[in-house]
């Protein structure tokens, strides 16, 4: 009898295990309602042909942004700036975060700044695997190009 109570109690604890992984894997996303996404914003001069051709080639979907969303975490502008690069393109757009609406520039160097009435709200990193496929250059705790 003992045994099968610290079964049963065993699996109670992996199913809940299982259901805490399964759900916090959006958490991050959840109560986000990506509402447009603008085309390619070119923020400075680029005279590298390469990376202009990279700039006006990138692209990113409502479900990429999403997924860039579910994936990021929250940084410093400190951090940002140390450990993040920055390229001279963005894809701008606008959200809902908790019914509230927001403007974002996504930045090609997996950089992600969320706008509120003009000002700077938050800022993400996504340096996640999963977000290499959305991103110009990933970091690599500045190593170099």
């Known amino acids: 009898m003992k ?8 699996l109670i604890c992996i199913c809940i295990v299982i259901f805490s992984l399964f759900s916090c894997s959006s958490t991050k996303a959840r109560g986000v309602n990506i509402l447009s996404v603008d085309s390619i914003q070119v ?14 080639n990138w692209q990113l979907s409502k479900d990429d942004v999403k997924e860039i969303f579910n994936n990021a975490h929250q940084i410093s502008e400190t951090e940002k700036t140390r450990s993040y690069y920055s390229t ?3 894809i701008w757009g606008t959200l809902e ?5 927001f403007s974002f520039e996504i930045n090609g160097g997996a950089t992600i700044t969320l706008i509120s009435q003009d000002k700077t709200y938050a800022h993400y ?3 996640a695997t999963p977000c290499e496929p959305y ?11």
């Open 88 to 90: 001279p393109c963005e």
């Open 43 to 56: 923020i400075e001069e680029i005279n590298n042909p390469t990376l202009l051709e990279a700039c006006m």
């Open 135 to 145: 991103f110009l250059i990933m970091p690599d705790g500045m190593s170099g190009l």
């Open 3 to 10: 045994k099968s109570i610290k079964s049963i109690i065993y």
């Open 97 to 101: 975060k908790d019914s509230i609406p």
């Open 125 to 127: 990193g996504c340096s």
